[in-house]
C-alpha cells in the first residue's frame, strides 16, 4: 500500500515538474518573439527611408523601403522593404523584386502565425520542422514568382550566390532574402519537378506534428 501511494506521488511531482518546465519554455519563448517584432519596429524607426514603391496584389500597395548598413542582412517587415547599402544595380533590382513578392503573399502575417504556434509548442520537434518547412516553401514560392516572372534564371542565381558571399554564411541563417540554404534553392529553380519534395517534407512534418500534440492532450 505504502509502496504504491510513494509512486502516485513520484507521477503527481513528476507531472507538476513537467509544468512548470513548460511554463519556463514558453515564457522564454514569448520573450524572444516580443523581442523579434520590437526590434524590427525599431530598425525600422531609426533607418533612412529611400523610397515608396507600388506593389500591385496587395491591399496596401504602397511599399516603404529602407537603406540599411551593408553589413545587414535585406529583409521585409509588414509593408517595408530593408536593402543594405552598397548593392550594385542588378541585385539591389532582385532583392527588392523578391521582398515585394513577399510581402504580396503576405508571408509576414504566416510567419508570425507559426512563430505563436512554436511558441505554445516549443517542446514538440515536428512543430519546428514544420515552422522550417514552411519558411522554405515562402522562399521557393518567392523563387517561382521571380522565374515565372521572367526574370533571367541564371542573373537571379548569381545574385543569390553575389550576396551570399558579399554577408559570409550567416546570411544563410539570418536573411529573409536568402532563407533557407541557398543550395536546396538553387537545386529546387533547376529542378523540372518543382514543390514534390519540399512537399512532402512539409506534409510528414504537419501530420507527426499534429500526433504529438494529439498524443500530449490525450495523455495530460
Not at 530593408?82 to 509576414?108: C, D, N, Q, W
Request: charge should be negative.
Amino acid at each position: 500500500g505504502n509502496d504504491k501511494f510513494s509512486y502516485k506521488v513520484l507521477f503527481s511531482d513528476a507531472t507538476q515538474l513537467l509544468g512548470w518546465i513548460y511554463l519556463a519554455g514558453l515564457i522564454i519563448m514569448l520573450l524572444y518573439f516580443t523581442s523579434k517584432i520590437v526590434f524590427l519596429q525599431l530598425l525600422r524607426d531609426q533607418h533612412e527611408h529611400m523610397d515608396t514603391v507600388s506593389n500591385l496584389g496587395t491591399r496596401q500597395s504602397a511599399i516603404d523601403i529602407y537603406q540599411i548598413p551593408a553589413t545587414h542582412m535585406p529583409y521585409s517587415f509588414g509593408h517595408s522593404v530593408f536593402i543594405p547599402a552598397g548593392l550594385g544595380e542588378t541585385s539591389e533590382h532582385y532583392v527588392l523584386k523578391h521582398e515585394m513578392a513577399h510581402i504580396r503573399h503576405r508571408h509576414f502575417l504566416c510567419l508570425c502565425m507559426l512563430e505563436i504556434l512554436l511558441v505554445l509548442n516549443w517542446y514538440n520537434p515536428f512543430v519546428w520542422m514544420f515552422f522550417r518547412e514552411m519558411h522554405l516553401q515562402q522562399e521557393l514560392e518567392v523563387d517561382t514568382d521571380m522565374i515565372d516572372e521572367g526574370v533571367d534564371r541564371e542573373e537571379y542565381q548569381l545574385s543569390l550566390v553575389s550576396m551570399a558571399k558579399r554577408q559570409g554564411i550567416w546570411i544563410l541563417t539570418q536573411s529573409a532574402f536568402l532563407g533557407e540554404p541557398l543550395k536546396k534553392r538553387l537545386l529546387f529553380m533547376n529542378t523540372p519537378i518543382r514543390w514534390k519534395n519540399a512537399s512532402a517534407r512539409l506534409m510528414f512534418s504537419s501530420l507527426m506534428a499534429f500526433a504529438v500534440f494529439v498524443t500530449v492532450v490525450v495523455t495530460s
